[in-house]
């Protein structure tokens, strides 16, 4: 601004109008696109009304609502849904140098920070984790969606075994009482969170850092996500007490990045009671109060 100031007076008035169209452009522009990603046992369909009400108050938003795993087929492993809706989503942010915003609803927050974590051209500068088990899920809750009569107490026969590991849900079922079946037989979860190192875990957790913000969201009324703390990385200890993120090895040792994120500044943790699970996408005033203003 200075140095336009000391221009010339014939130079002056070009330089206001390239200034003007600039303003025009990113008033037109001015919002990164947003990506969508819906949860378990749903669709697209399901994400509308964010996807709307992102439209009606930040006009020219351009919003791709994923379709991609809808209904049953929500229930294909975790590994599988990262790979192919992340080249979609690479495909987008191809388009976009200035990056993408990314909202992830439920199982579709973990989803989110799958393709963030393993896709280094996938550019994202918001990511909105909206009530996600980011630390696993252990409750009933969620299980009676798909699994109806299968107890909590002896999931993990199922889960933890080379078939269970087909489900989604058995992707990040984290039994607080059998750990050690957990790691052997989890091949999602304790890798994401380097929970177990492999040659991957730098790159994930570097790419992780590339976000320019990452909020998570969740709330004690939410009752499908259990503990509900894991939707902020919180977990169950080995009595089921919950230990908070920050109390956490994957935070302490920051394992994924989080701790740098939250030191720079740029880690948000935001905890809304009154909402129960599947209201989080149904909620206007979720989106006007806790989504729109991330997005930028
Ligand atoms: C993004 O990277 C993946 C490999 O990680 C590659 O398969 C894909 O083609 C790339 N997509 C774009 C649009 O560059
Ligand atoms: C990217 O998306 C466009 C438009 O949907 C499509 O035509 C193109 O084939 C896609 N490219 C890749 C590498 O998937
Ligand atoms: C459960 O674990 C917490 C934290 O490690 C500990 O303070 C508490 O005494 C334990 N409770 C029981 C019943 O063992
Ligand atoms: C909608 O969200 C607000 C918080 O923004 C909450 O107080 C209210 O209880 C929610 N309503 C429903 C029906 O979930």
Known sequence: MVNFFVLRSSKME???TVLGVLLLVTQILGYRPVVLIHGIMTGSGSMEMISHRIQEKHPGTIVYNVNRFESWSSLETMWHQVLEIGLDVANISSRYP??????????GGLIARGIVETFPNVSVSTFISLSSPQAGQYGAGFLHLVFPGLLKDSAYELFYS???????????????YHQTLFESYSVFLPYLNNHIKSAKSDDFKNNLLKLKRLVLIGGPDDNVITPWQSSQFGYYNTNETVIEMKEQD????????LRALDESGRLHVVTVPGVNHF???MNVSIVDDYLLPFLD
Do not use: A, F, M
């Open 14 to 16: 070009s330089k206001l």
């Open 98 to 107: 200035e990056g993408i915003n990314l909202i992830g609803y439920s199982q």
């Open 162 to 176: 080379r078939v269970g590991q087909h489900t989604s849900v058995g992707n990040y079922w984290n039994d607080p």
């Open 250 to 257: 994957i935070y302490r040792e920051d394992r994924i990045g």
């Open 279 to 281: 209201s989080w996408h």
